[in-house]
């Protein structure tokens, strides 16, 4: 069995041909899987128990000449910021090291469902904070590309997961480019949906009006095919939308002709780079198949990084006030007093970026400097929203660079942090816009590192998005 070239529909083949069972396949995986991992270091654990009772179940429909589901069999990683039942999940920090979810999250539980395997958890920032993973309490993660540098954060396990080929797909969080940065240093398709689309039940809040949880996959179907069995409402996150979910990979068809794209003129005027040459190459693509393009300009683009980071860490410092000592595992021996067991805590707990994020946050909300900070991000959020929804009365689509560079070496920013903010340029827009966008590889820099190309549509468009993402995979192949 070779498991790095799977891919959905050949687990499916697979089954129904009785060519393997979903336990073989399974206990292949986790070998496979467990092998691979000193290399990247990209699971933090796995969960064999978890892996062979869904298969079995699998395994047992199909016997019963039951449908057994879309993603019958089929492995997957998730990012361990999302909660599994009775698997252990760390958000990458000390504080949570031993913490056992009593609950699955929405996601996993449709995706289980429906016949995924979860193998393992994998590594990411601490509480998703980071471009590089290099923040995580328990290691880096290596680009399994490159593995002097970094997979790109913070879902950068789950990236490197599927593109090692251990996972068909793997689950990732976004909050302001975690998939599609990642997705891009490690040439695999990152998606993330609409926000709303997918519940967020179960993913461990950072910034709650900027998280999403989305697929990782090595093709646009893939992702597609993930996508629509996670999404939907759910009456366990209020923000979850009732739209219909389409039935994205039935759509795929390769034909976008007519399909109006824009270039945003504030993103590519200073990419001078190889990023940008393979950027405007994949455009030409879509020329030649009939697609018109043209200029557009998204004018709050330059206060998006410094929005973005007093909302983010706004957020962040409310959510992680949850983090005492009190409730969950970690709880420092030192000091006398509650508020010194507080204090110890937190301190001895949190790394250093979550910290630092913390205070930003909670200096912005402070009753100072609310206005000023807060309130003033809040309005340049809505420029931000406003300048995509403009944008889409004129084009169906926007295509854009995902990251300003490829994978960087490890170590290469993590004294910088304002260098390491400035990766999420590009994404952090779609982000705060609550848009859907993905990163789909486009091209190979003369180093050898892959570079991925962003897609972006109006809220709930993930179909033209996919289309088009589609369109272009079929010219590579
Ligand atoms: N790199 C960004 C940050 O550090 C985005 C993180 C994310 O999307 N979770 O906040």
Do not use: W
């Not at 590089?132 to 954060?153: I, Q, T, W, Y």
């Not at 992702?223 to 759910?234: I, S, W």
């Not at 109006?260 to 993103?267: I, V």
């Amino acid at each position: 069995m070779d498991i790095p070239s799977l891919t959905i529909d050949a687990v499916r083949e697979g089954l129904l041909a009785r060519r393997f069972s979903a336990a073989d396949l399974a206990a292949e995986a986790l070998r496979f899987a467990e092998a691979e991992n000193p290399r990247t270091a990209a699971y933090l654990h796995f969960s064999p128990e978890r892996a062979l009772a869904t298969a079995r179940r699998v395994d047992q429909r199909i016997a019963g000449g039951e449908e057994p589901g879309p993603l019958a069999g089929v492995p997957m990683a998730v990012k361990d910021v999302i909660v599994t039942q009775g698997v252990r999940t760390t958000c990458g920090s000390k504080l949570l090291a031993e913490y056992i979810p009593p609950y699955d999250a929405t996601a996993v539980e449709r995706l289980e469902e429906a016949g995924a395997v979860l193998i393992g958890k994998t590594n990411c920032d601490e509480f998703a904070m980071g471009s590089s993973n290099e923040n995580s309490a328990f290691g880096p993660v290596r680009n399994p590309l490159a593995p002097d540098r970094v997979p790109g954060g913070s879902s950068g396990g789950s990236a490197a997961a599927v593109a090692q080929g251990t996972a068909v797909f793997a689950l990732g969080s976004d909050t302001g480019g975690s998939i599609r940065q990642p997705a891009s240093f490690c040439g695999v398709v990152g998606v993330t949906p609409t926000y709303g689309r997918v519940s967020r039940y179960g993913l461990t809040a950072f910034a709650s009006s900027l998280d999403h949880i989305g697929p990782f996959a090595r093709s646009v179907k893939d992702a597609a095919t993930v996508l629509r069995v996670m999404a939907g409402r759910d009456l366990r996150d209020s923000t979850s939308a009732e739209a219909p979910v389409p039935d994205y990979s039935a759509l795929l068809d390769g034909k976008v002709k007519g399909l109006k794209l824009g270039l945003p003129r504030e993103y590519l005027k200073e990419l001078t780079s190889e990023t940008g040459a393979l950027i405007h190459a994949a455009v030409d693509v879509y020329r030649s198949l009939g697609c018109e393009v043209r200029e557009i300009s998204l004018p709050a683009t330059e206060y998006a990084i410094a929005c973005y980071y007093i909302i983010a860490t706004a957020e962040a410092s409310s959510n992680l006030a949850r983090y005492d000592g009190v409730r969950y595992t970690f709880r420092s021996k030192q000091g006398e007093t509650l508020s010194d067991m507080y204090r110890n805590t937190r301190g001895e707990g949190f790394g250093a970026e979550c910290k630092r994020r913390i205070m930003l946050g909670t200096y912005v909300l402070s009753a100072g400097y609310y206005d000023a900070y807060y309130l003033k991000a809040q309005k340049v959020r809505a420029l931000i929203a406003r300048d995509f929804a403009r944008a889409f009365q004129e084009v169906d689509a926007i295509v854009a660079p995902v990251s300003p560079f490829p994978a960087f070496r490890l170590g290469e920013k993590v004294d910088d942090p304002i260098a390491m903010y400035l990766s999420d340029i590009y994404t952090i827009t779609g982000s705060l816009a609550g848009i859907p966008c993905m990163s789909v590889p486009c091209g190979i820099t003369a180093g050898g590192l892959p570079v991925g190309m962003q897609l972006l549509t109006g809220h709930f468009a993930e179909t033209t998005m996919f289309r088009l993402a589609d369109a272009f995979e079929r010219t590579r192949i």
